[in-house]
């Protein structure tokens, strides 16, 4: 069996949360360009619901990247920001909607105040919403190094077969060392 490694830059999304590190559009444009130059194969360029000006940025940057990239945009697990995240990347020859849940004990619990089974039901909507609109849904479990295994097993379950199509296992927090994250992985 063949395993093909998939690039997934965040730099326009992730990168911004750096102190310091706001650009505005035309730099945005100009580092995607240069993004897409290096063939990643996946490029989230944003969080359109956080502000109309990412909003934009997105949608330019959506309708300027060529066929070569995946164009992603994340957003919570509410149908407003799916409505966002679509209206923003449709225009992407590649558009891919990134759904992002909490998954540790700390969410559910705290942050959302229900039960896990209402949390994954929570995403197993929004994943059903965003596969209505897009073919291409990734869904992250955040916070998933301190989730228990058989939880995230369960959600990742129920995800998949409401049609997520990529799954994305961080470490948001830094909570676990790289052994400890590779043994979460390969289990």
């Known amino acids: 069996m063949s395993r ?14 750096v102190p310091g ?16 130059k290096m063939k990643v194969d996946m490029m989230e360029v944003g969080f359109p619901s956080s502000s109309q000006g990412d909003f934009e940025a997105v949608r330019a940057i959506s309708r300027k990247i060529g ?3 995946w164009i992603a945009a994340l957003g919570r697990a509410v149908q407003a920001d799916i409505d966002c995240i679509y209206g923003s990347i449709r225009a992407a020859e590649n558009p891919l909607i990134h759904i992002v849940l909490g ?9 959302f105040r229900k039960t896990p089974e209402q949390v994954i039901q929570m995403g197993v909507g929004a994943v059903k919403y965003a596969s209505s609109l897009l073919p291409q849904v990734q869904y992250s479990l955040e916070d998933a190094s301190r ?3 058989e939880y995230l ?9 409401a049609g997520a199509t990529i799954i994305n296992v961080p ?11 590779g043994k979460l992985i390969y289990r």
């Open 4 to 17: 093909k490694i998939y690039v997934f830059d965040t730099t326009l999304r992730d990168g911004e949360q």
């Open 21 to 36: 590190a706001k650009l505005n559009l035309n730099e945005k444009l100009e580092v995607a360009e240069q993004i897409a």
């Open 67 to 69: 066929q070569d990239v």
């Open 103 to 111: 998954s540790s004990d700390v969410h559910v619990a705290k942050k």
């Open 147 to 149: 989730s228990e295994f």
């Open 153 to 161: 097993w369960q959600t990742i379950e129920a995800v998949v077969k």
């Open 171 to 181: 470490d948001t927090v830094g909570f676990a060392i790289p052994e400890e994250f």
